[in-house]
């Protein structure tokens, strides 16, 4: 299936400076999936945006799925040690609808 | 612990020899998934089961890579003939329908 592209792949930040990680698709999404992985972890399931436009918030998490429904965001205001890991997004492939991840972003948050 | 279970946790093979790893998804899930990672790229897709059924493989899946899902509970990944290149993380998922997946601890092979 076609895959996702993730921006950027490794980003460092001093804890309280904000984050964005971008997902981008050639073709238009029926829906996208965020998952995160803490070092030496699995993926842990975030959310999954659908709508176009569609903006949800997690506490300091904001997702955002873009008007053609061909890109996605994920903003992380005033970082904490704890979210230190790599987010990755995922589209659906295949009549199955199987989730296909990108290469994620790392994130490193220095105290 | 209702979460989706993988055993063995780690394992640690010579190039040539046949291993196999379990998964036990959570149990209300009719789907399951394998995925194989390597350091620094997402989980990549390798086959999926809807109950019993396996109806998806990648073209990654090459002959050496068998799964079975006989009770449509827990299923098995079966390397045959371990090379160096099989190194991963693998990583089992279960979902109910088309919703997200929740992944187990995975295991890690590494060959000698």
């Known amino acids: ?111 | 612990d209702t979460g989706v279970s993988q055993d063995p946790r780690h394992k640690i093979t010579k190039r040539g020899q046949n291993v196999t790893f379990r998964c036990d998804p959570i149990s209300e899930h009719n789907r399951l998934y394998w995925y194989r990672q390597t350091l620094g790229q997402g989980p990549e897709f390798l086959t999926y089961f809807q109950n019993e059924a396996q109806l998806e493989k990648s073209r990654l899946l090459s002959d050496r890579f068998s799964a079975e899902r006989p009770k449509g509970s827990f299923s098995t990944l079966e390397i045959q003939r371990t090379e160096q290149g099989d190194s991963a993380m693998y990583l089992c998922a279960s979902s109910s329908g088309g919703m997200w997946q929740f992944f187990g601890p995975g295991t890690r092979l590494t060959v000698l």
């Open chain 1, 1 to 111: 299936g076609q895959q996702v592209m993730q921006i950027p792949q490794y980003q460092h930040v001093q804890e309280g400076e904000d984050f964005t990680t971008y997902c981008n698709s050639s073709t238009t999404l029926s829906n996208i999936q965020w998952y995160k992985q803490r070092p030496g972890g699995h993926p842990v399931f975030l959310i999954q945006l659908v709508k176009s436009g569609e903006v949800k918030k997690q506490k300091r998490l904001t997702f955002q799925f873009g008007e053609a429904k061909k890109n996605s965001s994920l903003h992380i205001t005033a970082t904490q040690t704890t979210d230190v890991g790599t987010y990755f997004c995922a589209r659906p492939s295949g009549g199955s609808y199987i989730p296909t991840f990108g290469r994620g972003t790392s994130l490193i948050v220095h105290p």
